[in-house]
């Protein structure tokens, strides 16, 4: 489950193609040659799905194994993330609303009249995907189910355990009835011994 | 040792929630039992499942027979409405309660054996697969219905821009004594609502339903629909009437320009939405699940809280008998005590009872001396 890029892309109607304002990529997991090609399909597919997406849209499209989802909020500002296919759209969008309130709190306005792609320099977007990369960690809903499987599983040991201690209990009491009934047995059988026979 | 415990049976029975495994009793069955008795629970569980399954294609095979019917009446619209509704809530509740159960089957199968948890599997399969049988036959109905009533739309809207294009056919005169009662009273022509309706078919329908203007229409294509409805008409309705005089039958079904604003609205919002609708769809559903997880948790605890107010029982019972045993055993190391002391106290008496008997002896001896 990895995130392979992440972008923030510009659209507008003044603009016939989307303007990528900030990427990040993680390709170490391809050949150093291949990594070119790799980031200019990603750029390429970026474009390409931004151009389609509505403001207000969230998408997420499959292409060669990877899934890019994209998301355009209502003012034109939008962005992409490439995933595998195992990743959780629904962290990937989170992520995504996540990253662009950042950027257009820190930016201001000032994103909206940018044209050259690249152009915006914005660190907390490889923060960003580093800290997805692991989903678990990161989107909290996840992390709440992970905990919530670990607490449950704890209590079905839980439960186990108390069983076993009630068939001990069980034991316990039975043993304890069993030592009673011999107790009894013996004070009666003492009692016995001392009144009616005299020892010579 | 065994008082009479009933009443506390009853207050816990009461006290559990109806759903959970009842405890083990008193006397304390083995863990296995518990895991029958789950199995046994499981069972039941699936029974009340299956019959939901039945309950719910009941009303759907109800739903489907309306929908082939046709042009329905209000009263049907009604009822189909009303159906869907209930269909789906109880499909959603029937599908918490299969995962629900098919998550303690797993759980419990690893305790009961080989034969019982593969038994259990395969009833869990046989479950699933009609259940989504169902679903998929729900689906088509529905599609079925939107169909149906696209085509009442396209219908509708033919009559009337075939009614806008022909001034001299007597059956026009037929269509504006018709179209108040048809349009519910809304407008006094019908006209505007229509172009309502029109303009909000979505994009896709591009067979007749393009929006018109007033007083255009490709007379051709409305031709061939008429002469196409009326026989259709002809066929549910059995009225006989000129080309398209069966339209204006009185089975012309009052599917109010209303209803169909609302409905294409909502068919083309759906359209629009449905993008973001997986997204909304997936935070939901983990949303529900963390939901459903918590719950899970808690009734885990109130089990094991149960679990340990039994113990309690036992614990004072074995108290009991281990206070009955130290008593006893207290007692008898008294008798012992006094036994020993009698013992040794014994020759005590022997001897004074031979002394004096000697004192008996001497004094009868210098009593005779």
């Given amino acids: 489950m990895k995130i392979v890029g992440l972008a923030i892309v510009r659209t507008g109607s003044d603009l016939n193609e989307p303007v990528p304002l900030t990427v990040a990529t993680e390709l170490s997991s391809f050949g150093f040659f291949q990594r070119q090609s790799v980031k200019e399909m990603l750029m390429f597919l970026t474009k390409t799905f931004m151009k389609r997406t509505e403001p207000g849209q969230r998408q997420s499209v499959e292409h060669e194994g990877y899934v890019v989802h994209c998301y355009v909020r209502s003012d034109g500002l939008g962005g992409t993330v490439t995933t595998d296919g195992e990743y959780p759209a629904r962290v990937a969008f989170v992520m995504l609303g996540q990253l662009l309130d950042e950027f257009a709190q820190k930016q201001g306005d000032s994103w909206k009249t940018v044209t050259t792609p690249e152009s915006v320099s914005f660190p907390p977007a490889d923060e960003y995907l580093q800290k997805y990369q692991n989903p678990a960690e990161a989107d909290k809903i996840t992390k709440i189910q992970k905990d919530l499987d670990e607490t449950t599983q704890i209590l079905h040991k839980t439960i186990d355990s108390v069983l076993e201690r009630g068939v001990k209990l069980d034991n316990l009491v039975e043993k304890s009835n069993d030592l009673s009934a011999q107790s009894k047995l013996f004070y009666k059988s003492a009692k016995k011994t001392n009144s009616c026979c005299v020892v010579s | ?369």
Avoid at chain 2, 62 to 74: I, Y
Avoid at chain 2, 119 to 126: F, K, P, S, T, V
Wanted: aromatic letters at 6%.
């Fill in chain 2, 1 to 369: 040792m065994s008082s009479n415990r009933t009443h506390e049976f009853m207050a816990l029975a009461q006290s559990l929630p109806a759903g959970s495994p009842p405890p083990t009793s008193a006397n304390g069955k083995k863990g296995d039992s518990d895991a029958y008795q789950e199995l046994r629970n499981f069972h039941t569980t699936a029974a009340g499942i299956s019959r939901d399954i039945a309950g719910t294609s009941a009303l759907l095979s109800e739903l489907s027979n309306l929908v082939r019917q046709g042009f329905a009446q209000p009263q049907d619209q009604a009822r189909m409405n009303q159906l869907v509704m209930h269909i789906k809530s109880q499909i959603e509740g029937l599908n918490g309660r299969l995962d629900q159960a098919s998550n303690t089957m797993q759980k419990q199968r690893r305790k009961v054996g080989q034969q019982a948890g593969e038994e259990a599997a395969n009833m869990m399969d046989g479950l699933k697969s009609t259940f989504a049988e169902a679903a998929s036959d729900f689906k088509k109905v529905l599609q079925e219905r939107t169909d149906n009533m696209k085509e009442e739309t396209d219908f509708q809207k033919q009559v009337y821009d075939y009614n806008n294009a022909d001034d001299d056919d007597p059956i026009p005169n037929m269509s504006s004594l018709y179209a108040p009662p048809v349009f519910g009273g809304a407008n006094s022509n019908g006209f505007p609502a229509l172009d309502l309706t029109s303009s909000l078919m979505s994009p896709g329908d591009n067979t007749s339903s393009l929006p018109r203007p007033h007083g255009i229409s490709s007379s051709y294509s409305g031709s061939d629909i008429r002469q196409r409805r009326p026989l259709e008409y002809n066929n549910s309705y059995g009225s006989q009437n000129s080309l398209g005089g069966s339209l204006y039958s009185t089975a012309q079904p009052p599917l109010t320009p209303l209803d169909i604003q609302r409905m294409e609205e909502e068919r083309g919002l759906q359209q629009q939405l449905i993008p973001d609708q997986d997204y909304l769809q997936q935070r939901a559903d983990a949303m529900s699940q963390v939901e459903s997880n918590i719950v899970e948790l808690g009734t885990i605890f109130n089990k094991l809280a149960v679990m340990v107010q039994e113990h309690r029982e036992m614990v004072q019972r074995v108290d009991d008998n281990v206070q009955d045993a130290n008593t006893n055993i207290n007692m008898s190391m008294e008798v012992l005590t006094d036994t020993l002391m009698s013992l040794r106290t014994n020759r005590m008496l022997a001897f004074r009872v031979f002394s004096v008997l000697v004192l008996f002896i001497i004094a009868f001896i210098i009593f005779f001396a």
